[in-house]
């Protein structure tokens, strides 16, 4: 299984701010992809991190207010811009081996906006 | 579209009480099913899968059964302990596109 590290684990940021989180996988990988799970809710998926190219956004999201970089297969960011406390919530990160189909999730960033 | 809907919670059940969360799902073709759970103050974990029809997922006592013709994959355990106490999230997966839609979860809360 892949081990996968993200950083910050947890933030409080003021309204009007961006924050960007990292995600490190310790092993190359397929596919990456950003989740967000708000208070109380299930997991949404934002978008899938494409190495070397623009992210592939679900509907909802847009690059302006979530942009993603995807610079290898190990390494991925996801900034969250221009913050509301609308946007508190955990921002997963999740990858998918090279060896199986099974998706793997990082701990997630616990996020506060005030 | 693709969609999962499970059982809604809280569900609260005493020590060593037979547990079964509801989930079916919605989809075109033949996805991947999961549940995947949530201790408190923890990430997002596997728990079980299974990936094709009649399959039996099964770990740390749950159980699941991929159920084509009732479109379900009910999550079943004989015996639950205080330390089941999470949320549990049933979620389906297409290979090709690696996408996974999850259901609402669950909130587990077992009394000792």
């Known amino acids: 299984s892949a081990v996968i590290s993200q950083k910050p684990s947890r933030d409080i940021c003021q309204r009007g701010t961006s924050l960007t989180i990292q995600c490190q996988v310790d092993?190359?990988?397929?596919?990456m992809f950003w989740y967000r799970q708000q208070p109380g809710q299930s997991l949404t998926l934002i978008a899938t991190a494409n190495q070397g190219s623009e992210a592939t956004y679900e509907s909802g999201f847009v690059i302006d207010k979530f942009p993603i970089s995807r610079p290898n297969l190990t390494f991925s960011t996801l900034t969250v811009s221009n913050m509301s406390p609308e946007d508190s919530s955990i921002y997963l990160c999740?990858?998918?081996?090279?060896?199986?189909?099974?998706?793997?999730f990082g701990p997630g960033t616990r996020l506060t906006v005030l | 579209g693709n969609s999962v809907t499970q059982m809604e919670g809280p569900v609260t059940l005493s020590e060593e009480a037979f547990l079964t969360i509801n989930c079916t799902y919605t989809?075109?073709?033949?996805?991947?099913l999961f549940w995947y759970v949530q201790y408190p103050g923890e990430g997002l974990q596997l728990l079980l899968k299974a990936t094709k029809a009649d399959d039996k997922g099964s770990n740390k006592g749950f159980e699941a059964t991929y159920r084509k013709e009732t479109t379900s994959f009910h999550l079943e355990k004989g015996s639950v302990q205080v330390s089941d106490s999470a949320v549990y999230f049933c979620?389906?997966?297409?290979?090709?596109?690696?996408?996974?839609?999850f259901g609402s979860g669950t909130r587990l809360s077992i009394r000792p």
């Open positions: 989809a075109t073709g033949y996805p991947s």
């Open positions: 092993s190359q990988v397929t596919m």
């Open positions: 999740s990858v998918v081996g090279l060896q199986s189909n099974e998706q793997f």
């Open positions: 979620a389906l997966m297409y290979s090709s596109a690696s996408k996974i839609i």
